[in-house]
């Protein structure tokens, strides 16, 4: 067998004996002459039999082996150290990424569970080309992944924060109870649609989403009166975020803006609505769109983050992209002064 050189990547367990190398306290020496011509001590093979040298070298392979796993074991505890002294995490608080995914995953079902409750209204789709279909799609996409982050956003600022041991049971009960995510509820879409298919294959595992999805309107799922329509269109401000009332955002992709669409829907379901209280906060730039139309996911993240800070002019300034040129009127006030 063909030897490799002791380089520094394959070192080798400095206890573990070499087939050939004198060890005394290895019988392996036994009946070996091993004195050089020049006196020193040399490995000689030939009397050892080959049933015993192939026997030798596989116990010599087993211990470097173990050598190796645990010197790779001591690298990784020193590089782990290493992250939490840059991050001043102790090592208490580090989870491992497997215990990490299994509590981000037990907070979505929470969510799923006892979240606040937002509809994204899949049942518009007639008035919907293929590609606003598929954008759609994505979209719903960004809205799952945004309502992950606030899963991890809360597990790691409860970790960080406290100062429990990562196996005690009521850590993962106390960061669900600071998590914000949303229960989701796809409304008024079927298996099958254009639209079902396009989320499955735009989005990797949407088949094992946390969220619901049903067939049903949102207005056959939930009381009239906890239900509001967010519509750009609806004479009425959201002044705040209540947690009892069920937030139902239009699952339109506005290529060529179709003005009123949700509202009158609402109005025709006789149905409270209202729009993002954009005008109280910001006010238009040197240039830009000044649209005030979002995109779904842009609402949805700035209904989550406003639950998180409760601040309007921190989702705004989060969600709202910067091409619109509207301005927290607080950033105008702060520049005149
Ligand atoms: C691209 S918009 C579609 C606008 C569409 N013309 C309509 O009639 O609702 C997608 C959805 O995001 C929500 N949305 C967008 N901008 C909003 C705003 N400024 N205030 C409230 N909801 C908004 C609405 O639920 C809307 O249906």
Redesign the pocket.
């Known amino acids: 067998m063909k030897r490799s050189k002791q380089t520094g990547k394959h070192k080798r367990d400095p206890r573990v004996p070499v087939l050939g190398e004198p060890d005394s306290n290895n019988d392996v020496s036994d009946g070996v002459e091993n004195v050089e011509h020049d006196g020193s001590m040399s490995p000689k093979k030939k009397n050892i039999p080959r049933s015993q040298k192939k026997k030798i070298a596989r116990e010599q392979r087993m211990a470097n082996k173990v050598f190796h796993r645990k010197e790779k074991k001591l690298e990784r505890k020193k590089r782990i150290k290493e992250v939490c002294d840059k991050t001043k995490v102790n090592d208490a608080e580090w989870v491992s990424k497997r215990d990490r995914k299994k509590a981000i995953q037990a907070g979505l079902k929470v969510a799923l569970e006892s979240g606040q409750r937002i509809c994204i209204d899949c049942s518009l789709q007639q008035c919907q080309s293929k590609k606003e279909i598929s954008k759609l799609a994505s979209q719903i996409g960004r809205v799952y992944g945004t309502n992950i982050a606030a899963v991890k956003r809360a597990f790691d600022l409860h970790t960080s924060a406290s100062n429990h041991d990562v196996n005690d049971k009521t850590l993962n009960k106390e960061f669900h109870s600071v998590s914000q995510a949303f229960h989701v509820y796809l409304t008024g879409l079927s298996k099958g649609s254009v639209l079902y298919d396009e989320c499955v294959r735009k989005n990797d595992g949407f088949e094992n989403y946390f969220l619901d999805i049903s067939e049903l309107g949102h207005a056959d799922i939930f009381p009239q009166r906890d239900l509001v ?6 004479p009425n401000e ?1 002044l705040t975020v209540d947690p009892d009332k069920v937030y ?3 699952g ?3 290529e060529t ?7 009158d829907a609402a109005h025709t379901t006789r149905l409270q609505t ?3 209280p ?1 005008d109280t906060y910001m006010t238009r730039g040197e240039s830009g769109t000044y649209v ?5 996911n842009q ?1 949805f993240g700035i209904l989550l983050t406003y639950k998180e800070t409760l601040s309007w002019s921190i989702a705004f300034e989060t969600w709202i992209p910067k091409r619109t040129g509207l301005i927290l009127k607080t950033e105008v006030s702060n520049t005149t002064k």
Do not use: M
């Not at 005030?292 to 779904?296: A, E, H, N, P, S």
């Open positions: 329509i967010l519509t750009p269109d609806s959201l139902v955002i239009g339109l992709i506005d803006v179709q003005k009123n669409v949700t509202l209202a729009r993002l954009i005030k139309i979002l995109t779904v609402v």
